[in-house]
């Protein structure tokens, strides 16, 4: 019963945070600090969840394959591939490590 009531609970979280977004008023979105900052967001969040997925394994901070595959994937992106080849490189290269024994 309790998964029940936390799942309820998040539906009524993310229906409130959805409302929220809705009333802030429009001049309030046009300023440029908040353009900006919109802008920054996603990308900051993404990058800590590369870098917190990549390197840990619970609570312990570990360096294995899987940085490997990351490293191998900024490679690619420098090279300019396109993205679907970028996360083909990005497994070809995690497997191939953790199939060395790495």
Known sequence: MNVWIAIGLTVLGCYAVKLVGLLVPAGALERPLVRRLSALVPV????ALT???TFSTGSALVVDARAAGLVAAGAALLLRAPFLVVVAVAVLVTAGVRALGG
Not at 44 to 47: F, I, N, P, T, Y
């Open 44 to 47: 900051a969040l993404l990058a």
């Open 51 to 53: 870098a917190q997925q």
